[in-house]
């Protein structure tokens, strides 16, 4: 992530997700298509960085 040194956060708008809706579990997944290593990894690697992740969940 190559961001201005004021910014601390990195935003991961809507349709991160496999599709919108939960499993019976409750739990949205990460479209591996696009994040290949998921989104633990996505946020570890801007954590390691010095920002902070914030995933937007409009269901």
């Given at each position: 992530?190559?961001?201005?040194s004021?910014?601390?956060?990195?935003?991961?708008?809507?349709?991160?997700?496999?599709?919108?809706?939960?499993?019976?579990?409750?739990?949205?997944?990460?479209?591996?298509?696009?994040?290949?290593?998921g989104?633990?990894?996505?946020?570890?690697?801007?954590?390691?960085?010095?920002?902070?992740?914030n995933?937007?969940?409009?269901?």
């Amino acid at each position: 992530m190559n961001l201005p040194s004021d910014y601390t956060r990195e935003n991961l708008d809507d349709n991160w997700m496999v599709n919108s809706t939960h499993d019976a579990n409750r739990y949205l997944g990460a479209a591996l298509k696009h994040f290949t290593s998921g989104i633990k990894a996505l946020a570890d690697y801007a954590h390691a960085r010095g920002f902070k992740l914030n995933i937007y969940v409009g269901c």
